[in-house]
Each structure stands twice: as C-alpha cells, then as structure tokens.
C-alpha cells in the first residue's frame, strides 16, 4: 500500500462513514447490490423485556445472539441501521486467522499463559463461520482457500516464522510457496512468496450477516432495525433505551466496534474508527484468465496491506487505503485503483462499478478490547482489521461468560486496555505518523 491512502483527520463523529447510523439504506456497495433478500424489521417500539439484549446487528452481535438463542434464551437484537449496516457488510470478506498481533508478540508483552490462552482460540472463528454456513445453509457464496503474500526476502522469511509459530499452536494446514507457485496461483508477479492457508477462505459478508440473522430469527430471536440505543441504565435488570422504547434484559452486551459514537464513552475513548476502502470492477466474464486462477483469497504483508479476490460473478474486488480517524473520502476510485493496477496492469481499461468505504476499530494494542461496563454488561471492540473471524469467536465466548463459563471471557479480559497518546484531538495524526514509518520500512525491506 502506497503513502497516498493514507489519510487522517480529527474525527467529528465516529458513527459517520457514507451516511450515519440509522440509515435506511447501506453503504453503495457491490455488496449491498447483491444482497439477500431482506424482510421488514421494524423499529422497536414501547417498553419489552428479554433475557439478553444485544446493541449492534454486525458479526459481533449476531454470533453472540445465535449462541444464546440456540441455548434457548429469549434474545433481542437492537440494530441502529440494518443487519450488516457497518463492517461487517463492507469488509473485504476475508477470513483471517489469529490477531492484529500475532501470537509471538502476545507471548512477549503479556506472557505464555495469555499466548497458550488465546493460541487456543485464534483458529477457531473460521471454523465457526464454517459451522454456521454450512448448519443454517447460508449462501454467502464461500469459497475455500486464503494466501498472505510477500513483497520483499524479508516478508518472505517472515512467512516461514509465521508458518511455524501457528503450527506449534495447532494449525497445520499451511503451506509455502515460492515466487513461481505464488504468480502462478495469483496471476501476477509482485510477490517473491506466499504462505496459502487451506483452513480459510472468502465470502460475501453481507450476506454472510444476513443469513445468520435470519437464523437468529428462526431460533426465535428478535431484531429490531433503525433503533439506535440512546442510552443503557445500568442495575440488576438493565434497561436498554431507544427513541421509541425500552427493553428491560438480565445481561446487554455491547457490540457496535467502530459504530458505537457516543453511547459509551469510556470505551470511544480507547480505540479509534478507520476507514478502509474497497473497489469492485465489472464482470470479467471469460476475460483475464491469468487473474486468481486459484480463486483464492489475497493478503499481502504490509504494514498497510492491500487484498483482493474475486466475486462469485468474476468482479476483482480490490482492496486497500487506511483512513485514520473515518471519514469518506471524495474519490476511492483514485485511491485504490492505482494499487490494483500496480497487481494487475492488464486491468487498466476495466470499468470500476462500485467503490465504497468503512470503519473497522483500532485499539493501541492491536489487539481486541473485550470486557464487562457492570456486573450484567458486556462489551467486545476493537478487532483492529481481523474482525471477520474473531467477532464469531468473541461471540461464542460472550454466550460462554453469560451462561457462567468465563474461562475463556477471562483470558482477553486480562489483556490491557490504553488509552491513545494524545487524547481525542491528537490520536489520528500521531498514529499515522507511526503508519507512515512502517510503510516506509515496508518499502525499503528492513
């Protein structure tokens, strides 16, 4: 990823990325073009009650719900815009293995316990993607497959550690690719190497939060669009308020990432929303053959990478550019199709149909923010861009610690949750400054 995507500003408003929450409609993506057919959830209205109330229909919420109502509790879903409105209906449909931080660093900063702890965990929210797809038959369009790939002999070595740190932890479907192997399963020449991890894969992810709401709602679940939470009255029974009603619930679990605007504070205050963006061409048809012939997903190893796979109708969809601090960029056409030209030159005189941007949640620490506002309040943020499976993970684990199972709550619980230098004013600048040091390390190869 070049230094010109790279963006930053003092955020007015976290909850504002193409239209604020509470839209009608989603962003003006190829996603939500080709989405699965929605039914009408209306607005919550007058005053309900239920065993858990859940704030956000992203991937965070909706696994969590699933778990919980088919463990046979009376769950509500309270949606400010509509299922799959944020992240979870824009991403790059990628599902990534582990952490932001991968598990060698967790073991250096915070110890072998919480690396043995999370080691356990950082393969199993593809597995239940997976589960879910395949129990409630979701056509999401999946397809098997992922590679991370490197740009310079450095990245390369980095892959074969990378390789052997998650197979000491379990994972043993990996395997290395030398420079011919990798131009041959992706169809360019950029890469000197790749690691392809046959447990992964892609999807349609607004789809993909679609059908699991849809799920939820045959286990008798409850959703509620256009109902922003405006505020949650903490005490033995919380009370969840919107603009039009209430639900009074036992547990509430907080699930908005880089949504959750002012609605809690103390945790806005310690993460900040950036934008991502992402382009989809038209149909390639029978055109570029030489173009992920594999069809596998793609990740380089950037600092500030860039992704890309095709669609189930052949669209390259092209990923990359980091906003810091989330807004919407004028012209994401200018941004992202020159690093997809740089992949794929050939490309040149294809039409661009869609391109649309937003917000994924960074924490300080790289790594998720999980943890309890009150005795009975949940929360789970901060997935700082490997949202796609650990929100299925947290969401297991959420169930977990509310049914009183709280081993595996308790292990990101313990991890340390700062504050960014700088407060609110300073954060963006001074963490794209940091950005724009690693991008520059990534292109001179040390």
Same mark, same amino acid.
């Given at each position: 990823m070049t230094t010109e995507a790279i963006f930053f500003q003092t955020p007015a408003s976290p909850s504002r990325s193409l239209g604020q929450a509470g839209s009608q409609t989603h962003a003006p993506s190829y996603y939500a073009a080709s989405g699965l057919p929605q039914h009408d959830r209306p607005p919550l209205q007058g005053a309900v009650e239920a065993d858990i109330c859940i704030v956000g229909a992203g991937y965070t919420g909706l696994s969590? /719900?699933?778990h919980l109502a088919d463990a046979?509790?009376? *769950? !509500?879903?309270?949606?400010?815009a509509r299922v799959g409105w944020g992240a979870s209906g824009r991403n790059g449909g990628q599902l990534v293995h582990s952490y932001s931080r991968d598990l060698d660093v967790i073991e250096a900063r915070h110890g072998k316990e919480a690396a043995s702890a999370l080691g356990s965990m950082a393969f199993e929210g593809a597995r239940i993607i997976k589960e879910l797809i395949e129990r409630h038959q979701i056509d999401c369009q999946f397809k098997p497959g992922g590679m991370f790939t490197a740009m310079t002999d450095k990245q390369a070595r980095q892959l074969e550690h990378h390789k052997a740190l998650w197979e000491r932890h379990g994972h043993k479907q990996l395997e290395l690719l030398d420079a011919k192997a990798t131009e041959q399963a992706t169809g360019t020449r950029r890469y000197k190497a790749a690691l392809l991890d046959h447990s992964t894969g892609h999807m349609h992810p607004l789809r993909l939060a679609q059908g699991e709401a849809a799920a939820f709602e045959s286990l008798?679940? *409850? !959703? @509620? =669009?256009?109902?922003a939470v405006t505020r949650i009255e903490r005490g033995d029974? /919380?009370?969840? @308020?919107? &603009?039009?009603? %209430? *639900?009074? &619930?036992k547990f509430v679990v907080v699930a908005c990432n880089a949504y959750i605007g002012d609605l809690e504070p103390a945790l806005a205050s310690r993460s900040m929303p950036c934008g991502s963006q992402v382009l989809a061409t038209e149909p390639l048809g029978e055109r570029f053959p030489e173009i992920l012939p594999t069809d596998y997903c793609v990740e380089d190893c950037n600092f500030l990478l860039d992704y890309f796979r095709l669609s189930a109708d052949r669209r390259l969809l092209y990923g990359g550019g980091v906003i810091y601090?989330?807004?919407?960029? &004028?012209?994401? =056409?200018s941004i992202v199709r020159p690093k997809m030209l740089k992949t794929f030159p050939e490309l040149k005189d294809v039409k661009i149909d869609y391109g649309w941007t937003g917000n994924f949640l960074l924490t300080l620490t790289r790594l998720p923010e999980v943890g309890q506002l009150s005795p009975n309040i949940y929360y789970s943020q901060g997935c700082s861009g490997h949202g796609v499976t650990f929100t299925h993970l947290i969401g297991r684990?959420?169930? =977990? /610690? !509310? %049914?009183?199972? &709280?081993?595996r709550f308790d292990a990101f619980a313990k991890l340390p949750h700062y504050p960014f230098p700088g407060g609110r004013m300073l954060r963006v600048p001074l963490t794209a400054m940091g950005a724009l040091y690693y991008d520059l390390r990534d292109k001179l190869g040390v």
């Amino acid at each position: 990823m070049t230094t010109e995507a790279i963006f930053f500003q003092t955020p007015a408003s976290p909850s504002r990325s193409l239209g604020q929450a509470g839209s009608q409609t989603h962003a003006p993506s190829y996603y939500a073009a080709s989405g699965l057919p929605q039914h009408d959830r209306p607005p919550l209205q007058g005053a309900v009650e239920a065993d858990i109330c859940i704030v956000g229909a992203g991937y965070t919420g909706l696994s969590t /719900a699933l778990h919980l109502a088919d463990a046979g509790f009376k *769950v !509500i879903v309270l949606e400010s815009a509509r299922v799959g409105w944020g992240a979870s209906g824009r991403n790059g449909g990628q599902l990534v293995h582990s952490y932001s931080r991968d598990l060698d660093v967790i073991e250096a900063r915070h110890g072998k316990e919480a690396a043995s702890a999370l080691g356990s965990m950082a393969f199993e929210g593809a597995r239940i993607i997976k589960e879910l797809i395949e129990r409630h038959q979701i056509d999401c369009q999946f397809k098997p497959g992922g590679m991370f790939t490197a740009m310079t002999d450095k990245q390369a070595r980095q892959l074969e550690h990378h390789k052997a740190l998650w197979e000491r932890h379990g994972h043993k479907q990996l395997e290395l690719l030398d420079a011919k192997a990798t131009e041959q399963a992706t169809g360019t020449r950029r890469y000197k190497a790749a690691l392809l991890d046959h447990s992964t894969g892609h999807m349609h992810p607004l789809r993909l939060a679609q059908g699991e709401a849809a799920a939820f709602e045959s286990l008798g679940g *409850v !959703i @509620h =669009e256009l109902s922003a939470v405006t505020r949650i009255e903490r005490g033995d029974t /919380a009370v969840v @308020h919107t &603009a039009q009603g %209430q *639900v009074r &619930a036992k547990f509430v679990v907080v699930a908005c990432n880089a949504y959750i605007g002012d609605l809690e504070p103390a945790l806005a205050s310690r993460s900040m929303p950036c934008g991502s963006q992402v382009l989809a061409t038209e149909p390639l048809g029978e055109r570029f053959p030489e173009i992920l012939p594999t069809d596998y997903c793609v990740e380089d190893c950037n600092f500030l990478l860039d992704y890309f796979r095709l669609s189930a109708d052949r669209r390259l969809l092209y990923g990359g550019g980091v906003i810091y601090g989330a807004r919407d960029p &004028a012209h994401i =056409e200018s941004i992202v199709r020159p690093k997809m030209l740089k992949t794929f030159p050939e490309l040149k005189d294809v039409k661009i149909d869609y391109g649309w941007t937003g917000n994924f949640l960074l924490t300080l620490t790289r790594l998720p923010e999980v943890g309890q506002l009150s005795p009975n309040i949940y929360y789970s943020q901060g997935c700082s861009g490997h949202g796609v499976t650990f929100t299925h993970l947290i969401g297991r684990v959420l169930s =977990e /610690a !509310i %049914q009183g199972q &709280a081993s595996r709550f308790d292990a990101f619980a313990k991890l340390p949750h700062y504050p960014f230098p700088g407060g609110r004013m300073l954060r963006v600048p001074l963490t794209a400054m940091g950005a724009l040091y690693y991008d520059l390390r990534d292109k001179l190869g040390v």
